[in-house]
């Protein structure tokens, strides 16, 4: 018997968003088109460093906050 598969939900920038498994930050980001160089991550109130990106996986309730850098003047 193949049990269902139960989708992953993290709040992303104040909305509800939805993954097949649980996905590293780096994957979020590409999902969202977001500048991987210009961005910072915040998961449950704590800045992760960008070298954490690829390694640290969002998990089931998580709320993640994506700010990106722009420059101008």
Do not use: C, W, Y
Not at 32 to 43: D, F, I, M, Q, R
Not at 53 to 63: I, S
């Amino acid at each position: 018997m193949v049990l269902p598969r139960l989708m992953v939900s993290i709040t992303v920038n104040g909305e509800k968003q939805s993954f097949e498994e649980e996905p590293t930050i780096s994957e979020l980001l590409e999902r969202l088109k977001a500048p991987l160089n210009a961005v910072a991550v915040e998961v449950n109130r704590l800045i992760v460093p960008r070298k954490s990106h690829r390694e640290q996986r969002l998990r089931e309730g998580d709320a993640v906050e994506v700010v990106t850098f722009v420059g101008g003047g």
